[in-house]
């Protein structure tokens, strides 16, 4: 009776470690096995997002995914990737030589090419490195690339490093107010703070804020800051001091690199503000 309880014990164990074999080798393979029981709880919505095998894309690094979908920290760093494969609401992509899964809404797409002109914003990276980046097009080239001046680094401590040339495939165009590159501003605890649309749909916006958090939005509860505006000297803005707008008077438009200096009136203090990020009421 014994030795038959063991050889039962045996066979099911023996199955167990079949099935888990199974399993991991069919997550490795790309395959989006179970989609959305982990993304529903910590309510990730639901984007659709459109790449293929070998596209390039933007994705968080593994050991932030990992602390953010554990509940453990949210914090979202992004490095440029390659596609391996696709699944219903997940991309897998190369990290090194690890294959990652990544919800869609953390993944920001760029088509094959686009149309752009002197004068739009992109969205992109710093091709040099990593890091989400907004741009400003200078001119466009014959062959597709454009020349751009990067916004979101510092003038100052990166001046080498503003004006780069890019390809087709590694930018979009921000056309919108709501389109991924674009700043909202959000009313929360200790006045109205900064982000950036890094994916959208419908009424649904993944953004991300100036400290590196995502969080998720419907339209209606933030404040498109508007991608096209017009500014002229000493008018009053609001704009964003480690990621709090507060109030300040324009000093100088930067009209050739969609820039503006603004000085900040309780501090006296003058920053350089990508125009993207300011607000006029």
């Avoid at 704009?239 to 820039?259: E, T």
């Amino acid at each position: 009776m014994i030795m038959r309880r063991c050889w039962i014990f045996l066979i099911v164990i023996s199955l167990f470690a079949v099935s888990c074999r199974q399993h991991s080798v069919s997550n490795k393979s790309g395959k989006d096995n179970n989609p959305s029981t982990k993304y529903s709880q910590l309510h990730v919505p639901y984007i659709h997002v459109q790449v293929n095998k070998g596209d390039w894309v933007l994705a968080p690094e593994k050991k932030f995914l990992d602390a953010y979908l554990a509940g453990k920290k949210n914090f979202f760093w992004f490095h440029p990737r390659e596609v391996d494969s696709v699944g219903q609401q997940s991309v897998f992509v190369w990290e090194i030589d690890s294959l990652v899964k990544v919800p869609n809404a953390f993944i920001i797409s760029f088509p094959s090419r686009c149309d752009v002109h002197r004068g739009d914003f992109v969205f992109t990276w710093w091709q040099k490195g990593s890091g989400l980046q907004r741009a400003y097009v200078l001119k466009s080239l014959a062959d597709g690339r454009i020349i751009v001046r990067y916004l979101d680094l510092s003038a100052t401590k990166d001046p080498n490093n503003l004006v780069d040339t890019i390809a087709q495939g590694s930018f979009r165009v921000i056309g919108d107010d709501f389109a991924p590159g674009a700043s909202v501003h959000v009313h929360e605890d200790k006045g109205d703070d900064l982000y950036v649309i890094i994916n959208s749909e419908g009424d649904s916006l993944v953004c991300r804020s100036s400290i590196g958090n995502v969080k998720f939005f419907v339209r209606d509860s933030v404040v498109p800051n508007g991608v096209r505006k017009q500014l002229s000297d000493n008018q009053q803005v609001y704009v964003p001091f480690y990621g709090v707008y507060i109030p300040g008077k324009v000093a100088f438009v930067k009209d050739g690199y969609a820039a503006v200096d603004v000085v900040i009136i309780d501090r006296q203090e003058t920053l350089e503000v990508p125009l993207l990020d300011v607000f006029v009421e």
